[in-house]
């Protein structure tokens, strides 16, 4: 707790899915500063002057950069040109301004998507240059590997401690159901607890079911910022995850066995796939700042279909 008590912390995304659950975490910690950073008519973080206002408001110790624009396949092909210039420059002048302001540190989240389409699995921090990233998800997974880019060269020329995390599909309590912008998981739940309610015979879901991803609970995710903003301090990217994956098709097929959901899965596959199979390296976390998962997936899963239940009726759509 020594570490956390006097440090001013902001957190970018702060009253978001991941950032609640971050905040909630430092607070337990002993952080008593901590400033949210949660909307863009606050702080406009695409804007460099909004950027520079924020810096000046809240003169932070470290900065937590959860904020993002992100979605699924469907939002990531329909907001390509969005989602890459936002998140770019959004980071570009985070890391900028920090630098020039004398920021003691900032932890950047990047995402799994900015791994090449083929990357060999389990994919290792060694190979997030060996190749162009699944083309639905490019421009946002670019443009968020770009931090890594210019933590390394700042730290390289300006002494500058700016870390990069690469973190899997999280998913628990408080995702975003929202059937046009929402991952995979809490789509699969938000279809399968309808289909239920209306007595459908089936659902229909994209792709062929053949694609694996790994998933990390959101409390295990927050946890690993936490760690390594306190313990981590070098250039090299850390992958975060659990280090196990599932297919869509058995995924599909627990969620629906969660809900009560007893009807046929059906495939469409005129509808895209995205990477054929991501399941991370995770040893250099545990071994940099000794992170290891601890949600068991088929009980976070349980977790988060009882709390979409339980709010679904006060969740806001996203519209970007």
Known sequence: MSYWRDKRVVVT?????????????????????????????????????????????????LVL???????????????AGRFFYDNLMMGTQLIEVGRQRGLEKL??????????????????????????????????????????????????????????????????PGDNFDMETSHV?????????????????????????????EFLHVDDAARAIVLAAEHYNGSEPVNVGTGHEITIQTLAELIAEAVGFSGRIVWDASKPNGQPRRCLEVSRAKRLFGFEASVAFVDGIRQTVSWFQANRRSIREVVF
């Open 65 to 79: 950069h959860l904020a993002a624009r992100v979605g699924g396949i469907g939002a990531n092909q329909t907001h």
């Open 13 to 61: 995304g702060g009253s978001g899915f991941l950032g609640s659950v971050v905040v909630a975490q430092l607070r337990r910690q002993g952080c008593r500063t901590i400033i949210l950073v949660p909307r863009s008519r606050d702080y406009d973080l695409v804007d460099i002057g909004a950027v520079r206002r924020m810096y000046a408001d809240t003169t932070p110790d």
């Open 107 to 172: 932890v950047a989240v990047g995402t799994i998507c900015s791994y090449p389409k083929h990357t060999p699995v389990p994919f290792r921090e060694e190979d997030l240059w060996a190749g162009y990233p699944e083309e639905t998800n490019a421009p946002y997974g670019l443009a968020k590997k770009m931090m890594l880019v210019q933590a390394q060269a700042y730290r390289q020329q300006y002494g500058f401690n700016a870390v990069v995390l690469f973190p899997v599909n999280l998913y628990g």
């Open 185 to 213: 998981i809490p789509a699969l739940i938000r279809k399968c607890v309808e289909a239920k309610e209306r007595g459908d015979d089936r659902v229909v879901l994209w792709g062929d079911g053949s694609p694996s991803r």
